[in-house]
Structure formats: C-alpha cells, structure tokens
C-alpha cells in the first residue's frame, strides 16, 4: 500500500476525524502515486492516522477509514450496511408510501467520493472519484448482498461527474508522468435491469429518468421541504421557479392549490413536470408550465401568487465563483420579494456548498433592503435525514432554505 506522511503539525484535523488532507499538508509520498490509489497517512512522528484515496487537486487524500484496514469487498459490505441500517432506523427502507431515498451519502456514511440513490428497486451510483468507480463492482455486489431481493438494478451514472473530476488542467503536464487516468465507460447498468422508473414519495407519483436526469434523477434532498409546502398550500396560487420535474409543483396541487405555474429554462424538465402532474391526475385546468429563463418570466410574471419557490441550480461550485453566486441569489430573491403578494410565502434555496448558511441568510436579507418589503423567517429548512452530515465535516451541509413571510 502506497504510503504518505504529513508536514509536522498538519496531522490535528485528520486527528479530529475530518476526511481531507490537503495537498500543502503532505511532506512526502510514495513515487508515482496514482489517481485512485489507496494510501496510509502518517505523521510527521510515524503515527498512523487513516486509509484514504489519492486524488490530483488542492484534496489530496479521501479517508475511508481511520482504522487500518483492507478496501475489499467486506469493506464495502460494512459500510453499505451500515448506511443502509441508517435508513431503517428512519423508517425510510420499509416504507410503502416512500419507494425513493438516499441510500448513501459520501462523507455523511464514511465514504467520501460516493452517491448511491434507491429509486423502487434500482440504485444509482454516482462516482465522485476514479477510485469509487474503479471499485464499481465490488460496490455492486455488496449492495446485492446487503439489500437482497429488493436490489432489482444497479446503475452506474458517473460519466458527467467523472468528467468534472478533481484533476485540473494546470496540474495535468507537470503530473503526466506519475499518473494514469483510464478512460472510463460511460453510463450504464452494472447489475439487473430496470423495472419501473416511476417512484413514490409521501404518496406522490413522479416518473425519474436517472439516465437523462440531472444528478441521479431526482432532488431526493428536498423531500421534507416539498411537504412543508404542502402544508401552506391549499387555496393558493403557487409559482415554482427552476422546476425542474416539478417535485414542489405535484406536491402543491396534491395539497389543493388553486393554481400552480412552473417554469424552467429546459424544455426536457417541462416535459417531465408536465408528466408528473398528469401522473397524479391533474390537468392545464389546475396547472400551467412555462419554458424560459426565471429572471425574464419574473418581469411579466402576475403579482398574485401567494407562494413562489426559489430553488436555482447551484450558483458557485466553487469558492471562486461565490461572489457572482451572492449576486445571482441577490436578484433572483428581490424579485420574487417585489412580485409576491402581501402576506405571501417564498421557499428560498441554495445548494451551493461555497456559500454558507450566515452568508445566504445575510443575502435575502440584502434582497429584502432592495425590495423595501418586511421580511419574517418561519422556517430554515436543510436536507433530510437520509442525507446526513458528519459532525466532523460540516462542509456536507450543502442544502440550505428558509420560508419567509413578505408583508
């Protein structure tokens, strides 16, 4: 096994159990240490600190465990059953009203790099990292093994998030000696075949394409938001901006809203939100869907709306890109705050994981300066529980929300 040491002092935060190091910690490493390949990290003293992966970018090293151990298949074994154990407890893996749910969560489960989502029967594993996905198969057999016969499928859906790998341009002609990157293969079923791509969730009927879908299909982390919706909906005119497959939309109308508009820039979403509202029986009469750009339709949108939903594709996706990100949550919730009605309700989000809570929370309340509206928090909303976060890695907190009240 490869094997790196750390600078002297830099072994605090691995001690502290957070899963990064960082590249300027590290004082030496083996030769030739490739993307993918599994390391033991040390101090600067020769004291054993954690099993990791080695990736090329500013995260050097992954830890998988901070116990010497093997990365075989019972590895994988453990830590997918004890995710899966996790689940159960929450009551989500039984559950006959709720067929789709995280199964596990990168850093939340201990296994940095790594997404697995259920959906009825099949998972959809999203690699992070070549080595995640270099480990595909033995990823598969452990969820057969874990999860039985409710396993119908497993598909891989790394190939865009492969792609964005951290491996930069830059760094790639000074490295190109010490590493290998094989091409990986693109998208496909690993295990099974599919048998249904329509899920339920709190009883609620969507169709989820993982395979045309952004992430793995669909926003599992906004379950509990989209019920909190649901509350506040009945008798109300509904605008749900960034729509997506129209989650918060069928969630609305379930309710009793009297009217529901969703808008996306993607005609594909619009075609999915316009299946998944005629899937749980409603029709044009109860709801309008409308391709365009957000900003635009807000001009001329109509100031009757008593909720509208704020719920953008990650702004900054890096801390480079946070200052533009503020800008953009800036203007997208002054002018949701300037079109809602008096005493109306506005679900604002951001996914972005460089913009942190206070900063958020510190931009609507710009917004609301701008728009010169009252403003009142309700509710701060997150992700739900089959998205947890370690306490030794608050970085994986990425979801934040509120519910405010414009007077």
Same mark, same amino acid.
């Given at each position: 096994?490869? *094997?790196?040491i750390l600078?002297k002092?830099?072994?605090?935060s691995? *001690?502290r159990?957070h899963?990064?190091v960082f590249?300027?910690?590290i004082?030496?490493r083996?030769?030739k ?6 390391a033991e +990290?040390?101090s ?9 992966y ?13 116990e010497?151990?093997?990365i075989n298949?019972?590895?994988? !074994?453990?830590k997918?059953?004890?995710?899966y ?6 009551g989500?893996?039984e559950?006959?009203?709720t067929?789709?749910?995280r199964?596990?969560?990168?850093e939340?489960?201990?296994i940095?790099?790594l997404?697995?989502?259920f959906?009825?029967?099949t998972?959809?594993?999203?690699a992070?990292?070549f080595? +995640?996905h270099?480990?595909?198969a033995?990823i598969?057999e452990?969820l ?5 016969d409710?396993?119908?499928?497993? $598909?891989?859906?790394?190939e865009?998030t492969?792609?964005?790998a951290?491996v930069?341009?830059s760094?790639? !002609?000074?490295?190109s000696?010490a590493?290998?990157?094989p091409?990986?293969?693109k998208?496909?079923y690993?295990?099974g075949k ?8 709190n009883?609620?009927r969507? $169709?989820v394409?993982?395979e045309?879908?952004?992430?793995t ?6 379950r509990?938001?989209? *019920?909190?919706l649901?509350y506040?909906?009945k008798? !109300?005119? %509904?605008?749900?901006?960034f729509?997506?497959?129209g989650g918060?939309s069928?969630y609305?109308?379930k309710?009793?809203?009297s ?5 996306d820039?993607s ?5 999915w939100?316009?299946q998944?509202v005629?899937l749980n ?7 309008h869907? &409308? %391709?365009g750009? +957000?900003?635009? $339709?807000? !001009? ?6 008593d909720?509208?939903?704020l719920?953008p594709p990650a702004?900054?996706? &890096?801390?480079?890109?946070k200052?533009n990100a503020v800008q ?8 949701a705050?300037? *079109?809602?009605k008096?005493g109306g309700l506005i679900?604002?989000f ?11 929370e510190?931009?609507?309340?710009a917004a609301a300066?701008d728009?010169g509206r009252?403003v009142?928090?309700?509710h701060?909303?997150s992700?739900p529980?089959?998205?947890p976060?370690? +306490?030794f890695?608050?970085e994986?907190?990425y ?8 007077g």
């Open positions: 096994m490869k *094997k790196i600078n002092g830099k072994e605090h691995l *001690k159990f899963p990064w590249s300027g910690a004082s030496e083996s030769d240490v490739a993307d993918g390949d599994v +990290v040390f600067a003293s020769g004291e054993y600190l954690g099993t990791g080695c990736s090329h970018g500013s995260i050097a090293v992954r830890i998988l465990s901070f010497q151990t093997e298949l019972d590895f994988w !074994k453990r997918i059953a004890d995710a154990q996790l689940r159960q407890q929450i989500l893996s559950s006959t009203t067929t789709v749910f199964l596990l969560n990168a939340g489960d201990g940095p790099g997404i697995i989502d959906y009825n029967g998972a959809v594993v999203q992070h990292s080595f +995640v270099d480990n595909l033995l598969a452990a057969q093994s874990v999860l039985g409710k396993l119908k499928a497993v $598909y891989d859906k790394s865009e492969l792609h964005a951290p930069i341009a760094e790639a !002609k000074q490295l000696e590493i290998s990157l091409v990986r293969q998208s496909l690993v295990y599919n048998e249904t791509n329509e899920v339920l969730e009883g609620n969507f $169709y394409n993982w045309e879908g952004q992430k299909g669909f926003f599992i982390d906004q509990e938001n989209r *019920k909190l649901g506040y909906s008798g !109300k005119r %509904v605008l749900n901006t729509c997506y497959s918060f069928v609305a109308l309710a009793g809203a009217w529901v508009v969703s808008v820039a005609r594909k979403a619009i075609e939100t316009d998944n005629l029986g409603f029709d044009d009469k109860m709801h869907s &409308h %391709v750009d +957000v900003q635009e $339709y807000m !001009k001329t949108a109509a100031d009757n709306f909720i509208i939903i719920d702004f900054a996706k &890096h801390q480079k890109a200052h953009g949550y800036r203007r997208l919730n002054e002018s705050i300037r *079109k809602i008096s679900f604002t951001s996914c972005s994981q460089a913009v942190d809570r206070p900063l958020f510190s931009t609507v309340m300066i728009a009252r009142r928090i309700l701060h909303l992700q529980a089959d998205h976060v370690s +306490v890695h608050p994986g907190q979801l934040k929300g509120l519910v405010v009240q414009v």
